[in-house]
């Protein structure tokens, strides 16, 4: 099992930078493919990135390519993400997400260990 803690989140204005990170518990944080996903108020979650377990493939949801990115440091069991150029429309509350071997990388419910959640409000 690994459990998941999530910090960083808070609130930036638009065009700004905000960086998220995760913290797991557990021994085996190498062994588990990791993602990040986020759900705004009245919507359903939804993936934002994922990482292989030795970060050589990473995933990226398309509304977030190319100004988010996803990181880990097996070595201190931390998995990342820093954002970039936010918008409004990334107001969410994102979350920390860990499996062994998800069958579908971008489903939230391919994914067994959860965090509880960081807020990121992007004003306008």
């Known amino acids: 099992q690994v459990q998941l803690v999530e910090s960083g989140g808070g609130l930036v204005q638009a065009g700004g930078s905000l960086r998220i990170s995760c913290a797991a518990s557990g021994r085996t944080f190498s062994s588990y493919v990791m993602g990040w996903f986020r759900q705004a108020p009245g919507k359903e979650r939804e993936f934002v990135a994922t990482m292989r377990r030795n970060g050589g493939i990473t995933v990226y949801a398309d509304s977030v390519k190319g100004r988010f990115t996803i990181s880990r440091d097996n070595a201190k069991n931390t998995v990342a993400l820093q954002m970039n150029s936010l918008k409004p429309e990334d107001t969410a509350v994102y979350y920390c997400?860990?499996?062994?071997?998800?069958?579908?990388?971008?489903?939230?419910?391919?994914?067994?260990?959860w965090g509880q959640g960081t807020q990121v409000t992007v004003s306008s």
């Open positions: 997400a860990a499996d062994y071997q998800p069958a579908d990388w971008m489903s939230p419910r391919s994914y067994d260990y």
